[in-house]
């Protein structure tokens, strides 16, 4: 038994800038109807950032033309936000527009259990702090979820938990700290916790990867309109996962990328701490030599 599912990542509709080819974002979907149409999936997930945002009024006008755009989509959607869709528009704002209800949700499909865990994805600026929030309500419902399972988790959120390297990418590489959330690494003991296997899947950094990290694979979906990894182009990037025993993951269009991985229970050997900090290894190295 095996559920599919086909994905679509940071969108970002609106005029282009820098790296990011929103001109070229509805023309896209179009593309993307036509994918869902003959990808024999269940449903879609939308991983977030659905526009540019530029003002309040700009940002509704924009969120609703996607909108439309998924429209065409002849399967059932779970969406959720991205900072893009957050930095003038409320979640209620987004859950009018599209017409769904933008919390936290678990689903129970074909053995698996999705979780859309949709954390704040705001990022916050002012003098005292600029990035994300991670909210203490969030990592509960997070931590209580994962308890919980009695099947395998696929943990769906538009910011990645893996805290992965960003050398190379264009936007974080100098800019770590946007990549992921602060305090993420509560978030992966709550994932640790699970007695299940379980996969996590995110968009937000605008590449393809895939981490492992305590026996846990994160995978990340490039953009559908980013260009840095492709010369200028839109990726056009259209992903379709399946779950079963095995997971197979299938990014097409210009940057295109293919993964299996059999996620497990086994977790790994906790990292040592600072070298300078463990007694063991401050006792080896103090001890004078004879």
């Not at 599209?98 to 499909?109: I, M, W």
């Not at 929030?133 to 997070?142: T, V, Y």
């Not at 769906?156 to 390297?165: E, K």
Request: hydrophobic residues 40%; negative net charge.
């Amino acid at each position: 038994m095996t559920l599919r599912l086909a994905i679509v990542a940071d969108i970002h509709h609106g005029a282009p800038s820098s790296t990011k080819r929103g001109d070229a974002a509805l023309g896209l979907m179009e593309e993307f109807s036509r994918y869902v149409r003959d990808a024999d999936v269940a449903h879609v997930l939308d991983l977030g950032d659905r526009i540019s945002d530029v003002d309040h009024d700009t940002d509704l006008r924009l969120e609703a033309e996607v909108a439309d755009a998924f429209r065409a989509v002849e399967k059932p959607i779970w969406h959720l936000n991205g900072n893009h869709d957050r930095d003038h528009l409320s979640v209620a704002q987004n859950e009018e527009i599209l017409g769904q209800s933008l919390g936290h949700e678990t689903h129970d499909v074909e053995g698996w259990r999705i979780v859309l865990w949709r954390a704040d994805s705001r990022i916050y600026r002012s003098p005292d702090h600029s990035g994300f929030i991670l909210r203490e309500a969030d990592l509960l419902w997070l931590s209580r979820t994962v308890l919980a399972a009695d099947r395998p988790l696929l943990i769906v959120s538009h910011v990645p938990l893996s805290g992965h390297s960003q050398i190379g990418n264009y936007y974080f590489q100098n800019n770590p700290g946007l990549s992921t959330y602060p305090m993420v690494d509560r978030a992966r003991a709550a994932l640790a916790q699970a007695r299940v296997p379980v996969v996590c899947l995110s968009g937000h950094v605008h590449w393809n990867t895939v981490t492992t990290v305590d026996g846990i694979p994160h995978l990340t979906q490039q953009s559908l309109t980013e260009s840095f990894t492709t010369e200028g182009a839109p990726a056009g990037a259209m992903g379709v996962i399946e779950l079963g025993e095995t997971v197979r993951w299938t990014v097409d269009g210009l940057d295109p990328f293919q993964a299996e991985l059999t996620p497990g229970l086994r977790r790994w050997t906790p990292p040592l701490p600072e070298f300078r900090t463990h007694p063991e290894l401050r006792a080896r190295h103090a001890a004078p030599e004879s």
